[in-house]
Structure formats: structure tokens, C-alpha cells
């Protein structure tokens, strides 16, 4: 229970990141609105990221793993209409933006990970 809560709140802080530094992303709200949006692109991330990797594997290997960089972006991009849906007050403006966000939400995340550590690391 720990560890999903830490990997929620450092997508939230990620996409926290990405609206500061990418013109073109937005939202409506407070940090609830951050956290429902990063609820959302996670359970995208859990479930529909896997199968997408898998239909899309030859052209990721064609790319060297360059396409992955679109997946990113077209999941995040969905995750901001599904939760627009809901009521989460998230907008991305095109596929442009939704690149770039999608770039700074993997780097920030990494970067955080790395920082905060595995707690599979300390168990061992």
C-alpha cells in the first residue's frame, strides 16, 4: 500500500512538473485535481500501456524504442479525456504538448524513483 501511494503522489508531482514546463497543458483546481489526474494515468498505465507495448512491439523494435515516446504521449493524452470525463479538470491542447508532457512526466518520474529508491533494494 505504501509503494502505490509514493508512485501516485511522484505521478502527481510529475504532472505538476509537466503543466509548469510545457505550454499547452493545463488545469482547473487544486492538488486533488493533480491527484485524481494522476489516478487516472496510472490505471491507464496498468492496464491499457501493456497491451498497446505488445500490439506495437515491431514497430518499437523498428524505432529502437523510439515509438514508446508516442505511447507516452498518446497515454497521456487519453488519460486527460477519460478524466475530463470523470470531472477532472485536465487539459492538453494537442498531441504536441502531450509529447513534451509525456517526456517530462518519464524524466521526473525516473529521476524521483532514483532518488526515493526501491524498497525491493532494502528488503534484500
Not at 21 to 45: C, E, K, Q, R, S
Not at 47 to 65: A, D, H, M, N
Amino acid at each position: 500500500m505504501r509503494r502505490f501511494l509514493l508512485r501516485w503522489l511522484i505521478t502527481a508531482l510529475a504532472l505538476y512538473a509537466a503543466v509548469m514546463l510545457v505550454p499547452g497543458i493545463a488545469y482547473d483546481g487544486d492538488w486533488t485535481t493533480l491527484a485524481a489526474m494522476a489516478l487516472v494515468f496510472g490505471l491507464i498505465n496498468a492496464f491499457v500501456r501493456p497491451i498497446l507495448t505488445l500490439l506495437s512491439c515491431p514497430l518499437i523494435l523498428l524505432t529502437l524504442g523510439l515509438f514508446t515516446l508516442v505511447l507516452n504521449a498518446a497515454l497521456l493524452l487519453w488519460a486527460s479525456r477519460v478524466a475530463d470525463f470523470f470531472g477532472v479538470r485536465f487539459y492538453i491542447a494537442g498531441f504536441g504538448p502531450a509529447f513534451w508532457g509525456a517526456l517530462v512526466v518519464s524524466v521526473v518520474s525516473l529521476f524521483l524513483n532514483v532518488l526515493i529508491g526501491d524498497d525491493r533494494e532494502r528488503r534484500e
